[in-house]
């Protein structure tokens, strides 16, 4: 059984308060608390501690999210999270280009979701040449 997301919480504040960064990273990235993914609000709460040694592995939690989410949106809201999350991995080393791959992959394969490429055609109008 997993803990509690209360418990969870105080375990991570411990372990920032700790300055335990090894620690840190293991809860979030391997002790994932249910999808089997990390959670992306856990690592926004602690990313200015871990981004200086695991640049690589937040980036890369960005992208999987994105790529999970994109699975199942559906609508107006879902399609405006997806762009949030794209802006958020340009501002990564090598995010630009990455977030730029990913949109121009959405737009081959979901081809049909109008609403969805009007909002990537557009993103991808904002980082053209940047």
């Known amino acids: 059984m997993l803990p ?4 969870r919480g105080e375990q991570l504040g411990l372990l ?6 090894t620690a840190l990273y293991e809860m ?3 002790k994932t608390a249910h999808s089997g993914m990390p959670d992306l609000y856990e690592i926004g ?3 200015r501690m871990l981004k200086k040694d695991y640049a690589e592995e937040i980036f890369q939690a960005y992208i999987d999210h994105a790529e999970a989410d994109v699975l199942t949106a559906k609508k107006r809201a879902d399609y405006e999270d997806l762009i949030c999350q794209l802006e958020h991995i340009s501002h990564f080393t090598g995010g630009k280009e990455a977030a730029r791959k990913l949109a121009e992959k959405w ?3 979901y081809p049909r979701k109008r609403l ?3 909002k990537l055609l557009e993103f ?3 980082h ?3």
């Not at 509690?4 to 418990?7: A, G, H, T």
């Not at 920032?16 to 960064?21: A, G, L, T, V």
């Open 4 to 7: 509690s997301f209360e418990y």
């Open 124 to 126: 991808l109008g904002k």
């Open 16 to 21: 920032s308060e700790e300055r335990d960064k």
């Open 45 to 47: 709460a602690y990313a």
């Open 128 to 130: 053209k040449g940047k």
């Open 107 to 109: 737009l081959v394969t």
């Open 116 to 118: 969805l490429e009007e």
């Open 28 to 30: 979030i990235f391997k």
